[in-house]
């Protein structure tokens, strides 16, 4: 694999999100490294990329919602040992609690919830280490937490909670299920 492709695939690992116009931003950073015109041209690169990946049942996906930026994940497409064991990182109660979050999401409209609308899910965990595993969520995007329109104090805890994108391109079935309108899957081969 060339060193922009490579560069591109491992920026993308230790994300594990990234917008469009981040992937061009890196793009143009890198473009001695990748053949010309691609630099703005993430699709092409993507695709690139996936060939390369189709061995390790590994893709890089993305998606669209409405009219906004498109939003790219590394997503691994079978359930191995190793997807086994990195969805094993949430103890029961942990994943416990996040399938109730999923689904009262679910249940919500625009599927988004006011984050202190959702303590009464924290289960045994205490409030401070309920915020916490809320914020991990969104840090590792399972989760994104967006500001309410009318909220002007700093308090995090009215920011509105919805599906994040790895959510969106890795739990699919799931959300589909309860439900859920998912964005269109853009695969890039």
Known sequence: MAVGLQSFLQLMAQRKVMSENEAIDYLESISTYIAPGMASDPDAVIKQINRRLKCMDLEI???RVDNQD?????VNLVSDEVAK???AQLDDLHLDIFKKILFHLSEASDNAIPARDLEGYKGKLTAPKFKEFLQA???AHWLAKEEEE???DDDD???LVTYG???YLELTDNLRAVNVDTPQIIHLI
Do not use: M
């Open 137 to 139: 969520l969104c840090d």
């Open 157 to 159: 805890d009215n920011g």
């Open 70 to 74: 498109k939003v790219f994940a590394l």
């Open 85 to 87: 064991h990195e969805g």
């Open 61 to 63: 996906r993305g998606y």
């Open 150 to 152: 009318d909220d002007d």
């Open 165 to 167: 994108p790895r959510s």
